[in-house]
């Protein structure tokens, strides 16, 4: 009797800490962890998406708390993951040793990182003022930059892992009217292609997205639209296909991610033409939605 | 009288730009880092040339720098009418190598200074126009390399700047140009580093720092785009535009490799 009493307890601890288990999601926090920058909402948040549809946990940074809310919310709703969010403006100094050190003293299991956050718009150059063209190097490149450096340790440490660099198509070739994106994308590009085989030996596999136009926001759509006409209209994609992707791709270990067949073809066709003909090109249809 | 205004002219490609320069009877506004080499490249080149040259130190880098040069020349009444940036950072360190503050100040210095630069003195220009804008990139803007990846990705950065901007400043008659040299010994170390990684072919491409200069202005003047010197770099760029960017990092990277493993193997039997 003295023994059934001992067995029906053990049973019977044993069975509500497994229960507390799975309610609380104590095992989650052993899964593998996703950092994406600027994951709140657009491009990134589709990026975030397609991870938690993986089982990735994710650590999501943006500037603001309420968009950041809203996303871990949504994605803890859906998918059974842990979400972390960070409140953070990237374009600081010193946003990327504070993340680094987050996670360290977090024990964060980091696999993938992502460095989406960017800035862009039309007419960027002449029109601005000093101040945010500053903002938007320091964004658009620097954060990228610091990001991969600082959390590279513990990259390495969680090897086999990957980072995903956000560009755009505008990095292929110059386009006038958006001059700064254009060129800021361009860093991008390039360094994704150095740094994909300065960390070949530590299995760390580098990718960088270079989408078209993305319709996150209401004003893309009208600017494709006025700008590239049916086409742009046609090469368009939603965030959340884009995300979906980009993480397959990421994961397959492809370096240049061009998402949709047509601009597939087109970024293929800009990057064999000379320079000059196609910001020409782009001039001129800069130059046909401003008249 | 015209001004042409050097950011990093007291030294290197700079400095051979500005000789070009005053030997075309510009006056010079030289801004660089280090005043002692400041007043040396005044010195000289006020000697040798009849020009008047005016020295204003500040550290490109530094996040005021546009604002700064900007107030500076208008309260001296310069009629600028040519602006150059020549001042960069690079060298054989870079990403994985160097700090992260070290690397903040190559991107500002070879990326947002130059572009803060130009925006602050784009009224000027229009009013003198017409105008030039000269940046300097490399032909390691051309592709990507990876042990000097942010030197690249910045150089880069500033060609696709300059090809746009080009267009934008067009109807204002103000034309940019950007050079893009490949090896030029401005410095000792750069001449080892060079025969070091591209053997022959690396010292058959380098330019004298004082061709690079003339060269530049000459091709500036002639409203080009891109100024590439030397005609076996100019052969080589050529190859860089045409050939995929994935082949040739692939081709840097492996090239890198082979050195470092030879260095490594030499110094162990050292």
């Not at chain 1, 991969?148 to 980072?163: F, G």
């Not at chain 2, 020349?73 to 992260?100: H, M, Q, R, W, Y």
């Not at chain 2, 002639?222 to 045409?242: A, C, E, N, Q, W």
């Amino acid at each position: 009797m003295k023994y059934l009493i001992i067995l029906f307890l053990i049973c019977f601890i044993s069975t509500t800490s497994y229960s507390q288990q799975d309610s609380t999601h104590v095992s989650d926090s052993t899964r593998p962890y996703a950092l994406v920058a600027g994951g709140s909402k657009g491009i990134g948040y589709g990026i975030a998406e397609a991870l938690a549809k993986r089982g990735y946990n994710l650590i999501l940074i943006a500037r603001h708390m309420d968009t950041l809310m809203a996303a871990k919310n949504k994605l803890e709703s859906v998918y059974p993951i842990h979400v972390e969010i960070l409140a953070i403006d990237l374009s600081y100094d010193t946003a990327a040793g504070e993340i680094a050190k987050w996670c360290t003293d977090h024990h964060i299991h980091l696999k993938i990182l992502c460095n989406v956050a960017g800035l862009g718009g039309a007419n960027d150059y002449l029109s601005f003022p000093l101040d945010s063209l500053r903002y938007m190097v320091r964004l658009n490149i620097e954060s990228c930059m610091a990001l991969s450096l600082t959390l590279l340790p513990l990259l390495e440490k969680n090897a086999p892992s990957y980072i995903l660099n956000v560009a755009s198509m505008a990095g292929f070739a110059p386009i006038p009217v958006k001059n700064m994106y254009s060129a800021t994308k361009s860093a991008v590009v390039f360094f994704s292609y150095s740094l994909r085989y300065q960390l070949k030996d530590k299995n760390i596999s580098v990718s960088c997205l270079c989408p078209g136009p993305v319709f996150t926001k209401p004003e893309i759509v009208k600017d494709t639209k006025a700008k590239l006409g049916w086409f742009g209209m046609k090469m368009a994609l939603d965030p959340g296909t884009v995300g979906e992707v980009a993480v397959k791709k990421t994961l397959k270990k492809k370096l240049i991610i061009v998402p949709g067949t047509l601009a597939k073809i087109s970024s293929d066709l800009i990057r064999f033409f000379p320079r000059r003909w196609v910001v020409n090109l782009y001039g001129s249809a800069g130059k046909k939605k401003t008249s | 009288m015209s001004w042409a205004l050097i950011a990093g002219g007291s030294k290197g490609i700079g400095f051979s730009i500005a000789e070009a320069l005053a030997k075309r009877k510009y006056n010079l506004v030289l801004v660089s880092r280090n005043m002692a080499e400041l007043q040396s490249a005044k010195n000289t080149l006020e000697n040798r040339f009849n020009i008047k040259a005016e020295i204003f130190e500040c550290d490109l880098s530094s996040d005021k720098s546009a604002e700064l040069i900007f107030v500076w020349c208008s309260t001296k009444n310069l009629e600028v009418n040519i602006l150059c940036n020549a001042a960069g950072l690079g060298g054989s360190k870079d990403f994985l190598d160097l700090p992260i503050e070290d690397l903040r100040r190559m991107i500002r210095t070879n990326l947002e200074s130059p572009t803060a630069l130009i925006l602050s003195f784009i009224p000027i220009l229009k009013k003198n126009a017409p105008s030039y804008i000269l940046n300097v990139g490399s032909l390691a803007g051309f592709s990507p390399i990876p042990s000097k990846s942010v030197y690249s990705s910045t150089k880069s950065a500033i060609l696709f700047f300059s090809f746009s901007l080009r267009q934008l400043l067009k109807s204002d008659d103000i034309s940019v140009s950007c050079l893009c040299p490949g090896p030029v010994f401005t410095k000792p170390s750069i001449e080892k580093e060079t025969i070091n990684q591209l053997g022959r072919a690396g010292k058959k491409m380098a330019v004298k720092v004082s061709v690079v200069g003339e060269l530049a202005v000459q091709g500036m003047l002639d409203h080009k785009m891109i100024i590439v010197p030397g005609k076996f770099s100019s052969l080589i760029s050529y190859l860089l535009r045409i050939v995929p960017n994935r082949l040739l990092s692939h081709i840097f990277y492996s090239h890198q490799k082979k050195n470092t493993d030879n260095r490594n193997v030499n110094q162990t039997i050292q």
